[in-house]
């Protein structure tokens, strides 16, 4: 799908290329209308910045709760968040314990101009399946609404959980993840990730 939609991509470019290189100096509208829609959706912006602040070396502390009668587990792992594509999205990867598990995960995530919505995959090694999430951020731009979806392996059906993510400063931000139990009907708060950057 990926290789796909990559492909497409560079079609479209490669035609704006050509259109814009073709021996009439002067564009019809049309072609102007799409050259400028495709140089919108590939330009970097505000949030494409927010999320590029992100980038460097981060310590975690993940309280997990699976049980509300129950005491939460905490844990610590670490993060690396990296730019790519000139501040077009940032790579995230993460390594520390789930539940007394060794944990290693991957996620890509950018803000996709042409939606006007935060867009991030998701993979680790706790399975073979990729979460996919759409955010619509806050006016301020600091707590992003996620909504990811996922193969639940437990149901073998598509389950849905959200995310708040909320960038406090530079050098912290935070991500809560709430989900409503199996045969709960009210939605809970299931975990929180602390990020402090490393000095």
């Not at 007394?100 to 042409?114: R, S, T």
Request: glycine letters at 8%; charged letters at 20%.
């Amino acid at each position: 799908m990926h290789i796909r939609l990559t492909l497409v991509l560079v079609a479209l470019l490669v035609s704006a290329a050509a259109l814009a290189a073709d021996a009439p100096k002067q564009l019809s509208a049309d072609q102007k209308a799409t050259l400028d829609k495709m140089t919108q959706a590939a330009t970097p912006g505000a949030p494409h910045a927010m999320l590029t602040k992100m980038a460097g070396e981060w310590n975690c502390t993940l309280k997990l709760q699976m049980d509300p009668s129950k005491p939460a587990q905490e844990s610590q792992s670490t993060a690396t968040i990296t730019s790519l594509m000139e501040g077009r999205y940032i790579q995230e990867v993460d390594s520390g314990n789930w539940s007394g598990m060794p944990y290693n995960g991957m996620g890509l995530f950018g803000y996709d101009n042409v939606s006007g919505k935060y867009v991030s995959s998701l993979i680790d090694n706790l399975g073979t399946g990729m979460m996919t999430c759409v955010g619509t951020a806050d006016a301020s731009g600091k707590v992003i609404d996620w909504i990811g979806t996922f193969n639940d392996p437990s149901t073998g059906k598509v389950a849905t959980i959200r995310m708040v993510e909320t960038v406090v400063d530079d050098d912290h931000h935070t991500v809560e993840l709430y989900n409503t139990p199996p045969g709960g009907k009210k939605e809970m708060k299931m975990m929180t990730k602390e990020y402090v950057r490393k000095k």
